[in-house]
Structure formats: structure tokens, C-alpha cells
């Protein structure tokens, strides 16, 4: 399999020109790309999320748009509605597409909609397509939804049913820099103003064939029998976890991990590719029991205790 390594290595590279850090993040999202899928991120405000996702669509001169999410936000706000146009003395009813109809679409503070509108982006994100009135409209692919929400202020959001979250490929934990970080990021953004640009590395037909690719990289059989394993032993892990993930996971992490390793540059997926891929799977997919929220647990240390049981 030929090695594309040069290729996301070009993408990190010119990502730099205007995101700090966030290697992690920017590696996690082109995983959920490759899947053809959709992530969720969740970090504190001013953490660089919207910028990284815009910058990512520029990169990949895809169409974006961002849809701000408040509870008064209606269902055709996003899907698009039929307006009555005039032509040459007769009314008619056209369609005016949304914001939904972008390849990347950012779905900011995705918790503070209504279940009525979440509703509405899970028949986007799973099916690709758009139900207005009786008619249904295909979505212009790839299309991705890329979702962040806030952990603070969780006053009048309307948390993400388990049906839906079930539906983003990867939860992704969006941290604070570095101090060295944090530093080239005042240099960057508190001097002279300039214009950061990225120059387009790739196109639909470029992602669309890596899409391809990454479904056909290798994985040994006692490699995707621990993946399997791991998911499985979210549900007989009592000690730690109430509600385990559904086979959607087992799906996820094969694929995710495929995903992982064509961006390394590596020709098979590997234990490693496993253990990393399995903390953004999992995170949004397991509930806690009371008695590990008593001992302060985080789902990540559920995670790890998984990890450390199924050798």
C-alpha cells in the first residue's frame, strides 16, 4: 500500500501557518474525515475550535458554514424552506436551500438547539440527505458535521440524547496550550494584524479516493479481535461502567484506527493505533456507574482501566 504520509504531513505543516498546537485535535478530526464521519468537540470558549474547522475546510477547499446553535433556532433555520417566487406573472413555491447544504458544516454550541432542530442535523449526519415538506434532497458529499459544545454553562442546553451522540464518530477533548504555546500565540495574534491564509493541499476527489483508502488498510485478525473485545468489555464491566457502547463503536474503532495509520504513514493498523483511537470512541458512548463518580472517576479513567484489562 503506497505510503501517504508526505500528504497529512503537508496538511499539519501549512495548519501551522495559523493554529498553535493542536496537533492532536487537527490528527482526531481528519480521522472522523477519513471515516466519513462526524466529531464532536468539547472544549472551554476561545480554545481555537471554530478556527481549526475552518481552516481544515479552506485547506481542503471544501464549502463551510457555521450554524450557531440557541434555543429558538428552528428546524428549516438549518435544512433550508420553500419561499414563493414571482416569474412572469405566476407564483410559485422554490426551494431555498440552508446552511446544512455545505461539505463541512460547523455546528456550534450543538447542545443549546432544541431536540426538535438536533433532530433535524441527525437525518444530515446520517443519511446525507434533507427532508423538507414531502421532498428529499441529497447533501453535496463529503459532507461532515462537526460539532462542538461547551462542558461550562449547561444552564438551558438540552443535552444530546444518547440516540445522537451515538452518531459522532469521535468525542474530542479540546485542551489549553502549552505556555510556549500560548506565548507564539500572543506573538501571532496581539502584534501587527496580518492575514494568515492556508493554500487548498486537496480537493473532494482527493478525499473522497482517501475515503477509500482507508477502508483498505490492513489489520491483522488478533488485532481486530482485541478492538472487539475492548468494546464488549464496556458492557460486562460493571465495577466501573453502567452502560456500555453499542457495536456502532466496534465499527468505529476498526475504521478509526485504519484512519489513524494511513496518517502515520504506516501500511497496517497496530496495537498503538488501537489504544489512542479508543478515548475519542468511547468517551461519549459509556456511562459511568454511581460508585465510580464517587471515586472521581472520568470516563477517559474508565477508558484506561478497559485498556489495561483487555491485553
Known sequence: MKNYKHVFDAVFKEMSKVIVGQEDIIEQILVAILCDSNALLEGYPGLAKTLTVRTLADLMNLKFSR???????MPSDITGTYIIEETSGKRQFKFQPGPLFANIVLADEINRATPKTQSALLEAMQEKQVTVGNNTFKLDLPFFVLATQNPIE??????????QADRFLLKLKVGYPSIEQEEEI?????AEKMEYRVKPLLNKNHLLSLQNLTRQVPIANDIKKRAVKIIVATRTNKDVILYGASPR????IILAAKARSLIKGRNHVSNEDINEIAYPILRHRIILNFEAERKGMTTDDAIKHILDKVK
Open 249 to 252: 463503536a466496534s465499527i468505529g
Open 67 to 73: 450554524i450557531q446553535h440557541t434555543p429558538d433556532l
Open 154 to 163: 449547561q444552564e438551558g442546553t438540552y443535552p444530546l440524547p444518547e440516540a
Open 186 to 190: 500572543v506573538n501571532r495574534f496581539a
